[in-house]
């Protein structure tokens, strides 16, 4: 297995209009290609632009509205806090996350507290968004790497502009962003290092493919350095590229048992596909992959221990080990906590976590504390970590379809259809034939596509199934991430579809989503909100 890199004279790659190719190409606006290429890209970036500072706004507008802890912000703000002041603390998840907080609090000391009153919740003063600023620029973030992803898969605008958008109108990563917590982290790293390591496949430069796999590894162990779940995002790459080396030998050894003319077709296909980036993958031999994708992502996870080592005045392995033993005495069910749920509940959201519930004044020092007797009747806010309904629902038949497609497309690699050959029949003899020959063909870009989608959504998940401890539905958010941005690419093919109806089905779905997310975005904000209102908005049971 060869490290070669082939140079493409086109190294981005074709570019496209936000419409399909195919009505590019029939446009009637008289324009040359490059006029109407530049009002595209123009018009793309002016949108993830927008679509960028929509998520800026609501991650950080009111970020100290609960000038308090709320929900696990009980622990981590307080561990940063043991961080700054070199103090030994016991946590369940490796230090890295912890100490992204406590850069926000270092920070907050050099700017002041910005007009914020400080709250003394975690023994030293800090205004809210001291300790949650750095989770909401993660989380603001994120739609310009899912946009990263998309476009390196496909270089379409119409499915990158979706795939940020949809990230944008998500509840679950919005709360999430909003405090101090680290799952944002996790997700931030993870698919930061997806989005460099596609990079790494489509550029044509040697030096920056090998400074771009180098950083996918870095990104991919901070991952793992943020919570151990982040061994999911690493687990795709490799799956992927042993994948794209064993299509390559498989049709390499079909070509060899071929006539000339069925060696041309198959060699044909196989360079039609080598545009898609996870096809590229087979340009990285082993020793490239084990230094950028073991190597490199192990010395980032130790090295983030160092720290929190010489604090606790302990070892590597002593910290493992009780970090193991605690996560196995963790117990499951409501004993536990009241918003314990397994895997199999989380694509349908049946039972989201609520962070906060209060009738208290926002400015109050302890949200979580009882309400005063003067506080208003039927007033409360409330903090429900829960996703958009719509998107997670049709993200669920999104996942299903790309599955579909990529099962079909490996059956066509591995087994192929078989060619017809005439009936032989004589008198009442029936001759016996020969073994039918196949047609195979290489994966296709769309086969690749549908199996980075459905892989990354499954080995996120399949972890999860054999866990018994208690778990949360902010778990499920590696897989319903790549749920996204297959309802990205689903909404993207109805409204290129010929049909009118498709492209109305696309539309309304669209629609539909943006609507649900304005419905909730009080209770991911925190917004004040009658009781009645909130009952409305608690659709089924198991969400209170």
């Keep these: 297995m060869s490290d070669t890199l082939s140079v493409s004279p086109r190294e981005n790659g074709p570019e496209t209009s936000l419409e399909n190719p195919a009505t590019l190409s029939a446009s009637a606006s008289g324009r040359a290609p490059s006029a109407r290429r530049a009002s595209s890209w123009r018009t793309g970036w002016l949108l993830l632009s927008a679509i960028t500072v929509f998520s800026l706004l609501i991650h950080f507008w009111g970020l100290s509205r609960f000038n308090g802890l709320v929900f696990d912000e009980v622990f981590f703000p307080k561990y940063a806090q043991n961080h700054i002041e070199n103090a030994p603390y016991f946590d ?17 000391v050099l700017t002041g507290q910005l007009g914020v009153d400080a709250n003394n919740e975690i023994g030293t003063p800090y205004p809210a968004w001291a300790y949650r600023w750095i989770d909401a620029l993660a989380g ?8 990263g992803i998309v476009w390196q898969l496909c270089r379409r605008w119409r499915p990158t502009l979706l795939a ?51 950083l996918a590894g870095t990104s991919l162990g901070a991952a793992i350095a943020v919570k151990w779940s982040g061994v999911a995002f690493l687990a795709v790459p490799w799956g992927l590229w042993l994948l794209a080396w064993l299509q390559k030998l498989w049709f390499g050894w079909i ?25 590229k993958s087979t340009r990285l ?38 970090m193991l033993a605690f996560h196995e005495g963790v117990k499951d069910g409501p004993s536990e906590h009241p918003y314990c749920s397994r ?17 208290r004044s926002p400015q109050d020092l302890n949200p979580t504390a009882p309400p005063p007797p003067d506080a208003p009747q039927g007033i409360t806010h409330v903090v429900h970590a829960m996703g958009n309904p719509a998107l997670w629902w049709f993200a669920v038949p999104a996942v299903l379809a790309a599955t579909a497609l990529a099962l079909r497309g490996g059956f066509l690699a591995s087994i192929g259809l078989a060619q017809s050959l005439p009936h032989r029949r004589r008198g009442r003899l029936r001759f016996s034939l020969p073994a039918l020959p196949r047609k195979r063909s290489p994966l296709s870009a769309t086969s690749w596509t549908a199996i980075y989608l459905s892989a990354g959504y499954v080995v996120s998940l399949l972890p999860w199934i054999g866990i018994t401890r208690c778990s949360f539905i902010y778990h499920y958010m590696p897989s319903v991430a790549f749920g996204f941005v297959a309802c990205a690419f689903g909404i993207d093919r109805l409204m290129a579809d010929a049909s009118r109806g498709a492209r109305a089905a696309g539309l309304c779905v669209l629609l539909l989503i943006v609507a649900a997310f304005f419905y909730w975005l009080p209770l991911f904000l925190g917004l004040e909100i009658s009781m009645d209102d909130w009952y409305a908005r608690m659709w089924f049971k198991s969400w209170i």
Aim: positive net charge.
């Design 343 to 359: 895997w199999s509940t989380w694509p349908v959201m049946e039972r989201p976590v609520s962070y906060l519930f209060t009738a």
């Design 164 to 214: 940020a958008l949809l990230v944008s109108l998500d509840g679950l990563f919005l709360v999430e962003a909003r405090y101090g917590l680290i799952n944002i982290f996790l997700m931030f790293f993870g698919l930061l290092g997806h989005y460099l390591f596609l990079c790494a496949l489509n550029t044509g430069r040697p030096v920056r493919h090998y400074v771009l796999i180098l």
């Design 285 to 322: 031999g082993i020793w490239t992959m084990l230094l950028a994708l073991l190597v490199v992502p192990l010395v980032v996870y130790v090295l983030q221990w160092q720290p929190y080592l010489r604090v606790n005045n302990t070892n590597f392995m002593d910290i493992h080990r009780q």
């Design 255 to 279: 070509r060899q048992r071929r006539h000339a003319h069925t060696h041309s077709q198959s060699a044909h296909h196989h360079a039609e596909v080598e545009t898609h980036p996870l096809q």
């Design 92 to 108: 369940g998840h490796p230090p890295l996350g912890k100490m992204l907080i406590a850069v926000g609090m270092r920070a907050s």
């Design 140 to 147: 603001a973030l994120l739609p310009l790497v899912f946009a």
